[in-house]
């Protein structure tokens, strides 16, 4: 089993250019989030998708949008992205009953110049 | 609206002296609570979670945390650290009704030889 997988790893972006973070996961879980980690603020949601076909805005939604493709699938992109948005990014999923484990991918750094 | 509040960003303890890390909560509906410990570039993996059973959670690794609904607390601890309990520890809260999962902005606890 997978678990949860993000692509890609390492990403250095140009100011004002776009790009599409991609995960996915095998455990057949309704609910999937994206979270950035930055030092000393923890991580932040951005966005959440409660099951297939909706999705809703987190924390710090400002310069993202998502799509949640199917059950397996939630990506994030960025439409011209800032410096302001250099980070970690993490996807993570869980069953969809709240007292469950979030399952983490391994997280996508991405870095804006 | 649910938050949760980690007291001290950085906490160093001895090898063998307890750990104590805080955290607080804020949520209107019942809480679920979670600690998560991350390793250097790597995701979050689950140390333990409250989920209204009993108050007091025994986790992975010898952690345990205690759920206080009157003082809003859930803190983490272990009676003797070790040298690889060396990480970042985050505390967690969603609820049954939201599918907001949030993290606080964690504690990186160094162990000292």
């Known amino acids: 089993n997978a678990g949860v997988t993000q692509t890609p790893k390492f990403q250095v972006l140009k100011t004002g250019q776009s790009m599409t973070l991609q995960c996915a996961q095998d455990?057949?879980?309704?609910?999937m989030y994206w979270y950035r980690q930055d030092p000393g603020m923890g991580l932040r949601l951005i966005y959440y998708s409660a099951s297939e076909g909706t999705t809703d805005k987190g924390e710090v939604p400002n310069g993202y949008n998502v799509s949640r493709l199917n059950k397996r699938e939630f990506s994030l992109r960025l439409e011209s992205a800032a410096p302001s948005q250099t980070s970690v990014y993490f996807c993570a999923s869980l069953l969809g009953e709240m007292n469950t484990e979030a399952f983490f991918g391994q997280g996508t750094r991405l870095t804006v110049v | 609206a649910q938050s949760v509040t980690q007291l001290g960003s950085h906490v160093s303890v001895s090898e063998g002296a307890l750990v104590l890390l805080r955290c607080n909560y804020s949520s209107s509906v019942p809480p679920y609570l979670f600690w998560y410990v991350q390793y250097p570039n790597q995701g979050l993996q689950l140390l333990l979670k409250?989920?209204?059973?009993?108050?007091l959670v025994k986790g992975i690794n010898g952690f345990e945390a205690e759920f206080k609904k009157s003082e809003t607390s859930f803190h983490l601890t272990k009676p003797s650290a070790h040298m690889s309990d060396a990480a970042e520890y985050f505390c967690?809260?969603?609820?049954?009704?939201?599918?907001?999962?949030?993290f606080g902005t964690g504690t990186r606890l160094k162990v000292l030889a």
């Open positions: 455990m057949n879980h309704n609910s």
């Open positions: 409250y989920t209204s059973a009993a108050t």
């Open positions: 967690a809260v969603s609820g049954s009704g939201t599918y907001k999962y949030i």
